[in-house]
């Protein structure tokens, strides 16, 4: 991407959030509107334990299982817990029944492709974010969902392409990228109001803004009449452009033209109707609150300033109490999940939608000391998009150590011996995710090649 072409977007996503920028009508109806496809990357930061959702394991004693899960099935060909000692197996919170595997998987989670058996190659924190960040665990590389808003970018201005609220964001300078919460999206769209709610609150008069921007271009033409260096001219250019193209952020009161949705209003979105459940994600405001970044995000995506998204949500690093920890943290992890892929169908964008879930690595089999469960190379990831077919691909064993797929049907799983056979690993998914999204056939990927080996470097994962 051209050093202009940076800069520009910069603008949008940046420097035009300085002062006020014109509003008027005809600003928004020239403001860039994407129309999709997006996509948003949700993380379990910390490291999750995918046999309590979409790898499941019948507890053994081997195995010191206190979840004791005791049944197993398939569910649209995902392996998830279905029953426990307590009867049926569902996430908790504290006690209290979120959501189910099984339940997810009829009804949501239907949709995903599930990759099991995942071998991350690493113990590490950050390795292991990076490598599902970016398809690469040992080099810096732009996390995928800049280089797909990257790709955008390069044929329209998205004035908030890639909003970065997940744990992996580098972006290569390939997009600017935009932080931002719901609850300063008004602020932002309305940057000449103290009082962003109400629409005569100013900080300055009419008047005295229009003399301010005709101030501003009138300054900027005297500097590029009087700069000679071709760098300095197009920077100036770049900034010119970017000051009128920021209008662009009037498309934020499309995000705010609805208001924030009631505890009410979402319930019935949830699996489990008890008195109990409804009662415990109201209090506080617990289910609300656990919607809101996605709800943002979502709005942001069909209001067509947005083109990719990631956003992470933490607790998952267990290595006490796992039991108890680790089923609250993935029952708000896959309860936000949920609510994702349903109210994007809502805003009308579920067609448009591609959406991978994963986490730096998986949990070990056994309990440590102080009843948790630490690091392990082995997890799950899940994607779902347009054109991506439901399946479960690879397998993991009853001690959740990974199993190979055939080089050339990765539907079939074979023994990790077998050398007809690869480990799914994060470079194998990157490399799949840029082909259907056209990423590969960009300059800019071209710089940034994943990792080849000795022919282990293609997977079809996504055929």
Known sequence: MQRRDILKIGGLAGLSLLLPWGTSSQAHADAARFAGPYFLHLHASGGWDPTLFCDGKVATENLLDTDAVTKVELVNGVPVPTESKNGEYALLSDGVKVESPKHFFQNQGKSFRVFNGVDTQTNNHETGVMAFGCGHNSTELPAFAAMAAGKVALQQDVPMAFLAGGAYNFTGDVVALSRFDRDRIRNIAFPNRPDSNNAESKFLPDLATQEILAARTKRIAALQATEN?????????????????????????????????????MKGMLPFQ?????????????????????????????????????????????????????????????L???????????????????????????????????????????????????????????????????????????????DDKDTNGLRIRASHLHREMRRILEVDKLDFAKKWPLPTGTGEDVLGLLT
């Open 336 to 414: 936000t999940l949920r609510y994702v892929m349903q109210r994007a169908k809502e805003l009308g964008i579920g067609d448009k939608l591609y959406v991978l879930v994963t986490s730096d690595f998986g949990r070990t089999p056994r309990y440590n000391m102080n009843r948790g469960k630490d690091h392990w190379n082995v997890t799950s990831a899940l994607l779902s998009g347009p054109g991506i077919a439901p399946a479960c691909i690879g397998a993991s064993d009853a001690g959740h150590k990974p199993k190979r797929v055939s080089k050339t049907d990765v539907r079939a799983v074979l």
């Open 274 to 334: 008890e008195q109990a459940s409804l009662d415990y994600l109201n209090n506080g405001n617990r289910f609300v609150n656990l919607a809101r970044p996605v709800e943002s995000i979502l709005r942001c995506f069909a209001a067509g300033i947005s083109v990719s998204a990631t956003y992470a949500m933490g607790g998952f690093d267990t290595h006490d109490n796992h039991d108890v920890n680790q089923m609250r943290a993935q029952s708000n992890f896959v």
């Open 229 to 265: 260096l071709p760098r300095t001219k197009r920077t100036l250019e770049a900034l010119r452009e970017a000051q009128l193209g920021g209008s662009g952020l009037s498309l934020l009161a499309d995000v705010l033209k609805d208001p924030d949705l009631t505890f009410d209003q």
